[in-house]
């Protein structure tokens, strides 16, 4: 009997057709339940200062219960303002961009990857080993950044810029000069979002790129090129002028006080003194950061183990 076979192009398709309904999927996980109440301290407050700027028609001076509120820039009550408008306003409009956030660093770490094995020529990028797409769908479940992106808080507000500029450096660093369009568009890339990342949540925006950046520099052991120490001149200048979009009528609008809360107080003296109430021991961020991967943190053990 003759031995039946299944078409050539019938496993490409199915496996596609996968893809496809995990990456509706994970839109529809991560817009879904957004209307419940709001959490915590910072849902209401950060929400609230938003609906004050909208009902002012205000993009540039955030206030709560009337009174100026410095604390953090604008993005987020951007974000929010823009989806009261759509929405009204409700909590499901107060999370949406984070929502959208939380999907951009996602699809920012799947260009990555898909960048990378391209250019490798890496049998990985066939149909049957979609690298990029695993991912993501890892990135997607992983439970902190499901979290925080149905938060309506700053912390993937920040996330999602500083992932997209990074990406774009990686990009550029391993870039083909004779490729001027992806050599010089990535590199653009990175410092404009870092300007994105200013009105995120401040100064922290610009610093950890660069050092992130540096420290990437020395352990490869190897200088930056004639490039990317030039773009430091006009590629800052971009970034500023991004973040000028707030910070300078900011200024316009509030003069020193701005300058004396926003910079002096909530930059330095939160970071040189407990001021704020916020202290936590040095190694904080050592087991949090870990389980925000669960539930992929055993495999990452079971591979460690594996490979010794």
């Known amino acids: 009997m003759k031995e039946m076979t299944k078409p050539e192009n019938e496993s490409p398709i199915t496996e596609k057709s996968i893809w496809i309904f995990f990456a509706i999927l994970i839109v529809a996980v991560y817009f879904f339940g957004l209307n419940i109440p709001l959490l915590g301290p910072d849902e209401p407050r950060y929400s609230q200062v938003a609906r004050e700027m909208f009902e002012r028609g205000d993009f540039v001076t955030p206030t709560l219960g009337g ?31 984070s929502a959208i956030f939380g999907l951009g660093t996602i699809l920012s770490l799947w260009i990555l990857v898909r960048w990378s094995v391209e250019k490798s020529n890496s049998p990985l990028s066939a149909h049957n080993s979609p690298l990029s797409n695993w991912l993501a769908l ?33 990009i550029f660093d391993q870039s083909n000069k004779k490729k001027p369009i992806t050599y010089y568009l990535s590199l653009i890339t990175f410092y404009f979002f870092i300007g994105i990342a ?76 407990n001021k704020y109430q916020h ?23 079971a591979s460690i183990w594996d490979f010794i």
């Open 67 to 97: 009174f100026d509120w410095f604390e953090k820039p604008a993005l987020l009550y951007w974000l929010q303002i823009v989806s009261y408008y759509l929405f009204g306003v409700t909590e499901f409009a107060a999370r949406f961009g």
């Open 138 to 170: 890892i990135a997607a479940s992983s439970i902190g950044l499901i979290v925080f992106s149905r938060g309506a808080s700053f912390d993937i507000i920040l996330t999602f810029p500083m992932t997209a500029s990074l990406v774009g450096f990686f």
């Open 198 to 273: 200013l009105i995120a949540k401040g100064l922290v925006g610009i610093v950890l790129p660069f050092v992130i950046v540096g420290f990437y520099y020395v352990l490869s052991r190897k200088f930056p090129s004639k490039t990317f120490i030039f773009s430091f001149f006009w590629g800052t200048i971009l970034s500023l002028i991004v973040a000028s979009f707030w910070y300078l009528p900011m200024y316009q609008a509030n003069g020193w006080k701005f300058i004396d809360d926003f910079f002096i107080q909530h930059h330095f003296a939160r970071y040189t003194s």
């Open 279 to 301: 202290p936590q021991p040095f190694y904080f961020f050592f087991w949090v950061l870990p389980l925000m991967t669960i539930p992929w943190l055993p495999f990452f053990f």
